[in-house]
């Protein structure tokens, strides 16, 4: 069975003060790492995916890596805009349903 | 381009209820997943429909029904509502461009509260 694990749970930064979060995940044949955000109140929002071992992508201050057994979602100088809740999740094998974790709470302070 | 668009946003139910939950994909996608998301599960995968067939389906009791239009509506069903199933419901479409670059979007969920 897929497995996601996202940590910290919680993470409050200074604004500017850039930080990493951590995704862990164990599954049988990635066929893909996704990387959302969600505000309170609304459904995720897509950022990035990634698909293979040492493949990186950037949007604005976040940027996405990925390893065999996890990936990073980085932030350079943060703002307070980039309060939000960070969701990791794996597609695996032939199956098309996402397996997400927990997710991480970012806030950013001005 | 419209998103994917959930009604009703709110909901309140009592025990014993049922309750019926729409969503519209956005246009051009043609599979609907949904999720439940609860603060101590997160997002959870119910099910998935594509072309009018449920092509996955995750390990929620046999409460939880959904269908798929032939425009590619989506509706998913609970019956004999619990207090557990308070939660946020969430409908993700996607093109199905073959299984890896099948990113979903999301809409702004239904919020469901069962008293």
């Known amino acids: 069975e897929d497995q996601v694990t996202q940590s910290p749970e919680a993470l409050r930064l200074q604004e500017g003060e850039s930080s990493s979060l951590n995704c862990s995940y164990t599954?049988?044949?990635?066929?893909?790492l996704f990387w959302y955000r969600q505000d309170p109140g609304k459904g995720p929002e897509f950022l990035f995916t990634?698909?293979?071992a040492g493949e990186e992508k950037e949007k604005e201050r976040l940027k996405a890596t990925l390893t065999k057994k996890e990936s990073f979602l980085h932030i350079t100088a943060p703002k307070p805009e980039d309060s939000a809740t960070y969701l990791c999740?794996?597609?695996?094998?032939?199956?098309?349903?996402?397996?997400f974790g927990k997710g991480i709470t970012l806030s950013v302070r001005p | 381009k419209a998103g994917v668009t959930q009604t009703p946003r709110y909901l309140i139910k009592t025990r014993g209820q049922q309750v019926t939950l729409s969503c519209s994909p956005i246009?051009?996608?043609?599979?609907v997943s949904w999720y439940q998301q609860t603060p101590g599960q997160g997002l959870q995968f119910l099910f998935e429909?594509?072309?009018?067939?449920?092509?996955n389906k995750g390990n929620f009791p046999g409460r939880f029904s959904g269908r798929q239009f032939s425009n590619s509506r989506s509706e998913m069903n609970v019956s004999t509502l619990e207090l557990g199933d308070s939660a946020l419901y969430l409908c993700?479409?996607?093109?199905?461009?073959?299984?890896?670059?099948?990113?979903?979007?999301f809409g702004a969920g239904t919020r469901l509260s069962v008293l």
């Open positions: 993700a479409s996607s093109l199905n461009e073959g299984v890896a670059k099948n990113i979903q979007y």
């Open positions: 999740a794996v597609r695996g094998g032939a199956n098309s349903k996402l397996t």
């Open positions: 429909y594509f072309s009018e067939t449920q092509r």
């Open positions: 246009s051009g996608h043609r599979s």
């Open positions: 599954v049988s044949g990635l066929r893909g």
């Open positions: 990634l698909y293979s």
